[in-house]
């Protein structure tokens, strides 16, 4: 069974410059996550999507971030402008059904964002 | 708000020890909490769910058990191996909300 594929798996950008994070989960998981790992903390949760709808962006800042997940499979995350405290390890990760269920998580291996 | 603490931050054993690694929150209404395991570079591996009504979960040499009205969790691992070196973290879950811990680094030396 194939994972949780990202790309890429590192960037780096200047401040003031927009980035894009591309997530595949699992084929069949209906609730996809993105997290903010930034280091030696434990991830954020940025964005919840279950199928195509979001479920919790509270912790998103909407004035940069963006994120979608079309036809409720793929999702991308996107950062316009960057800020040089964005810098961090931007993981998705995706479950079978979510909603509550408190399940199993599997993520991704993460996109490294190096912003200078 | 949830929050969750691990300590130690970082913590270095000799091959063959039995270790525990501990994991505290502050709200005890939990729906389940999960120990997870990340390799540098890597993503998060989930090891063990413990479910609100159980009080431990085994898997292979690891073994975690819940306390909610302490607020605590452990996770033991038997018989440590290099292999095992890596960063782990615990997470609990109420309302749609999982909330992380920083994690404890360990390193098994042979």
């Known amino acids: 069974e194939a994972g949780v594929a990202q790309s890429p798996r590192y960037k780096i950008i200047e401040k003031r410059q927009s980035v894009a994070f591309w997530c595949n989960p699992i084929?069949?998981?209906?609730?996809l996550y993105w997290y903010q790992q930034i280091l030696g903390q434990g991830p954020k949760l940025l964005i919840q999507?279950?199928?195509?709808?979001?479920?919790?962006d509270s912790q998103l800042p909407k004035d940069r971030f963006s994120a979608e997940r079309l036809k409720g499979v793929d999702s991308t995350l996107k950062i316009q402008p960057a800020k040089l405290e964005d810098s961090a390890v931007y993981l998705c990760a995706s479950s079978l059904r979510g909603g509550g269920a408190g399940e199993k998580l599997f993520f991704g291996s993460g996109t490294q964002l190096s912003v200078l | 708000k949830q929050e969750v603490t691990q300590i130690p931050a970082a913590l270095s054993v000799p091959e063959g020890e039995n270790l525990v690694l501990n994991c505290s929150f502050t709200?005890?209404?939990?729906?389940?909490l999960q120990w997870f395991r990340q390799d540098p570079g890597k993503g998060l591996t989930s090891l063990l769910l413990?479910?609100?009504?159980?009080r431990e979960q085994t898997s292979g040499r690891l073994n975690a058990s819940l306390d909610k009205s302490s607020g605590r969790s452990t996770l033991y691992i038997a018989a440590s191996q290099p292999g095992d070196s890596a960063t782990y973290l615990c997470a609990t879950y109420n309302n749609n909300d999982m909330r992380f811990g920083a994690g404890t680094r360990l390193t098994v030396k042979p």
């Open positions: 999507f279950q199928n195509n709808g979001v479920v919790d």
């Open positions: 709200d005890s209404a939990i729906y389940n």
């Open positions: 084929s069949g998981h209906a609730t």
């Open positions: 413990i479910q609100s009504s159980q």
